[in-house]
């Protein structure tokens, strides 16, 4: 069972997708199962998140903001890949830091996630996108 | 095959949780097979690490408190999700850049781990806490 | 359905094994299925990251580098592990900080990678090595 999501997203930041994917998960025979989410890009990120305060996303957002800097910040004069844009090789670079896949174990079509856990696209870049998010379960 | 494993943490470091998932695979079926391990919480993660030197644990839990300070650090003025404690926020944050979930190979009911390598629990709160670990084999 | 992949490393930087996990999908049988990798090290890394322009592995290489100095610069004078050589602790700490699993759904034998979507393994120990990676498909 695999289908694609397609999500838009309006410049950095966390975008929550938990309620799409239980949606879909609806589907599912009964019993134990395994979901595989893998984002189809090497700018944007998944992530499993706090759901309750909108200001950890806010927070996730910034951190990630100083940790990678734009390109042309003076601190980042070293990055070579600068023709795409100065959001561009930084996006990048978050794209390794946090998570491209995710594996999560499901039980009579529901999610086994904590309490405060939410599924989350994180977009790096400024431009609006559509993302593609590819799901499997087994 | 689907399981919960409750560990006790105290403070912020790693808990090694390799032998208690190891006993739990005993029961698996010859044969390969696949591992999902999952954190059911947002300030905690799960890592595979090294397994020899317990200095690599120590240094770890180091290298990550001063790359994501406590919220009352003049370097994190910019939080402001801060009324769960100074330790919640960047313990979120740590909870982004580190795993959420893993998938280890498995065969006739041995991880096939390398031989430096040991499965924890990277606990980012202050408080001793309880972590749900889920994990699903099939 | 398990292989072991063994990859020839020279210093820190990435190495493209997309061709070769590629290959060894094509005896995969047809319909949707799930792909596995997870490297057996601590001081190395795999990553799903673009694959046009090699500049981006440049920077990769060189953003990490300066996120986690060597373990003689002064900034990182509190690190303890220090006995395996200078390039060793700050290599777990990337292990920690990069994928050392990867979940990646397949459809008839291909990987459903985005258009600019590479694998890779991120070596960061200075010397050769010969690294091995678990590949399960299921």
Chains 1, 2, 3 share one sequence.
Not at 24 to 50: D, V, Y
Request: proline letters at 8%; charged letters at 15%.
């Amino acid at each position: 069972m695999q289908t694609t999501f397609s999500i838009a997203t309006h410049g950095p930041g966390l975008t929550e997708i938990t309620r799409e994917v239980a949606q879909w998960l609806t589907a599912a025979p009964s019993g134990p199962a395994l979901l595989t989410l893998m984002i189809r890009h090497t700018s944007a990120s998944l992530l499993i998140q706090e759901n309750a305060d909108p200001e950890v996303q806010t927070d996730l957002r910034e951190f990630f903001h100083r940790l990678v800097p734009p390109s042309d910040h003076p601190a980042m004069a070293y990055l070579t890949h600068t023709y795409e844009g100065p959001d561009d090789m930084p996006a990048h670079i978050k794209a390794a830091l946090l998570p491209v896949t995710l594996s999560i174990p499901v039980l009579d079509g529901t999610m086994r996630l904590g309490t405060w856990q939410g599924l989350y696209l994180f977009e790096h870049r400024t431009a609006r996108k559509t993302r593609e998010i590819i799901a499997h379960l087994a």
